[in-house]
């Protein structure tokens, strides 16, 4: 029993940690990608085309698509109703229920993100670190956050991690079967998101930190040479396979507007002239490039980014790395950069290798991402959570079992490690249910002052919008909403418009992508009356007297 008594642990804290997933679907309206996902995974599903919003690849939307799918909803466009079936506009109401359904396929993936880390650590210390690895990941905020919605963001993780798992497994012991199941695990991530193509820098960075510690794959450079191209040419096949082996020109699938640009608006870019060089090209899965192609310009033309205060359209070199020191609980941070200090210096090589080689992977993904314009969300590299959890749970397993000398230092790693576990749990269950919102001590409650978009206002607020509003006995409304909801559809008083640099007097909701934005700073005047959730403010602005 004692051997299995880790397993049987981890497996209650995972489940533990789905059912606090589960227990949020009834607080958290629909957020802005949600229904577009569902949409795109039904055309997949029902039609065998993939051409509403294919700026992500298929398969990572086909967990939030399979549950609703089975039970009768269809595709059709935002707003127009399907010949034949349900709607997916039933998202956006009062009703939690066809939300849940949607959200219900991306929960599984929680569970295998935390299996994968539980297989990596136990390879590299043990059941013990195991299990505090996994404890870890359960109780991550962030983690938890995604995993209670329908997007792409889990899936693509849990996909992001087997294939980086199973590279290492490859390199440590090259096989002609590991080979092509890191080929076809590669070729689900890149069949989830183009994130994935960072995925061989990624596993570069891993091997590299493993050849330090002296592990080497033992095969002949051809051998391996000659896997590494049998695993490419898997990893394409199942990227083909996910567009239901269609090919054809790139024309063929492109808009008019993005013919245009291929045709005058990207000669100073080299990705733009090899994309309008095949698109002339028969190729297979021409849905994959025409997604790439659309990844890279709204790379060229850049998003409305949001860090510590300031906007742009050009996005922030530092912007995931502040990220991630603000919506990581601390405790987590300190374990994954303390345990990997203590690993380098006191551990062998061959195990700090193998322990360090995740997290310098992880930082990898960071160093790639990094130059991106696109910065609207930590969720571009959660990969990064289960990777440091690894190195995190082996630390905390480290200071639990005591491996200094004297019983003084022993007994103060125990205590370290329980002050340390007792503050991540209690920063996590002190969120629920807004995980999506949490930022660490080093912010609090003004996460606002340091990013926004998907880090803390999603749109997922409404329904507890409608509850305050009800609570206050409000009759009219001036609403500036961020998110994909039509408030007529829900259970708000009458709602009025409210515009940039326009004062109005009375009730007013705001949610906070737009209260950070210019035309608004006249709200500092005044003290907010009420909050719903985190990411929408309520003030009440008195008409001046005559």
Not at 49 to 62: A, G, I, Q
Not at 192 to 208: M, Q
Not at 343 to 367: D, I, N
Not at 418 to 434: N, R, Y
């Amino acid at each position: 029993m004692r051997a299995r008594f880790p397993g049987l642990a981890a497996f209650a804290l995972v489940l533990f940690a789905m059912a606090r997933v589960v227990s949020t679907y009834s607080s958290l309206s629909a957020t802005s990608d949600e229904p577009a996902h569902v949409r795109a995974g039904l055309e997949w599903l029902g039609r065998g085309t993939y051409r509403f919003s294919p700026v992500d690849p298929p398969l990572s939307r086909l967990p939030a698509a399979s549950l609703p799918y089975l039970a009768g909803y269809r595709f059709a466009p935002p707003g127009v109703a399907p010949p034949q079936g349900l709607s997916v506009d039933r998202l956006d109401s009062d009703d939690p229920g066809p939300l849940a359904l949607a959200r219900a396929g991306v929960l599984p993936f929680l569970a295998l993100a935390a299996l994968l880390v539980w297989m990596w650590t136990r390879r590299v210390a043990g059941p013990l670190a195991a299990l505090f690895a996994v404890g870890v990941l359960s109780f991550d905020p962030g983690l938890l956050a995604h995993a209670g919605l329908a997007t792409t963001d889990l899936p693509f993780t849990a996909a992001f991690t087997a294939a980086l798992l199973a590279f290492v497994t490859w390199w440590e012991a090259p096989s002609w079967r590991r080979a092509c199941i890191a080929g076809a695990l590669f070729g689900v991530a890149l069949a989830c998101k183009y994130t994935a193509l960072a995925l061989p820098p990624c596993a570069l960075a891993a091997g590299a930190v493993l050849a330090w510690g002296g592990v080497r794959p033992r095969l002949p450079a051809r051998a391996l040479a000659l896997q590494a191209v049998a695993a490419s040419a898997l990893a394409l096949l199942v990227v083909w396979a996910s567009y239901r082996f269609t090919a054809g020109r790139l024309t063929s699938t492109l808009d008019p507007r993005t013919l245009a640009r291929l045709g005058s608006g990207c000669s100073d870019s080299a990705s733009c002239q090899v994309l309008a060089w095949l698109a002339s090209v028969p190729l297979p899965a021409p849905g994959w490039l025409q997604g790439l192609w659309d990844f890279a310009w709204q790379e060229r033309v850049g998003h409305p980014s949001y860090l510590l205060g300031a906007w742009s359209m050009k996005g922030f070199a530092g912007y995931y790395a502040v990220g991630l020191l603000v919506k990581t609980p601390l405790p987590e941070l300190l374990l994954a950069v303390g345990g990997g200090a203590f690993v380098l210096r006191r551990a062998p090589r061959v195990q700090a290798a193998r322990v360090l080689a995740p997290a310098v992977a992880a930082m990898t993904l960071l160093l790639v991402v990094s130059p991106s314009r696109i910065n609207i969300g930590v969720r571009h590299v959660l990969p990064v959570f289960p990777l440091l959890a690894i190195v995190a749970g082996t630390a905390l397993a480290t200071l639990a079992t005591g491996l200094c000398r004297s019983s003084r230092a022993r007994a103060a790693g125990v205590g370290l490690a329980a002050g340390l576990t007792g503050w991540l749990v209690a920063a996590s269950l002190g969120v629920h249910p807004d995980y999506l919102a949490y930022f660490n001590e080093s912010v609090g409650d003004r996460g606002d002052l340091v990013l926004l978009d998907s880090d803390l206002d999603w749109g997922q607020d409404l329904w507890r919008l409608e509850s305050v509003l009800r609570d206050l006995d409000v009759d009219r409304v001036h609403l500036l909403y961020f998110g994909p909801a039509v408030p007529a559809r829900h259970a708000l008083p009458e709602v009025l418009p409210l515009e940039r640099n326009e004062r109005v007097t009375g009730w007013i909701a705001i949610s906070a992508m737009y209260r950070r934005s210019p035309g608004f700073e006249w709200l500092g005047a005044y003290e907010p009356f009420a909050r719903a959730g985190r990411s929408i403010t309520v003030y009440f602005v008195p008409a001046p007297s005559s």
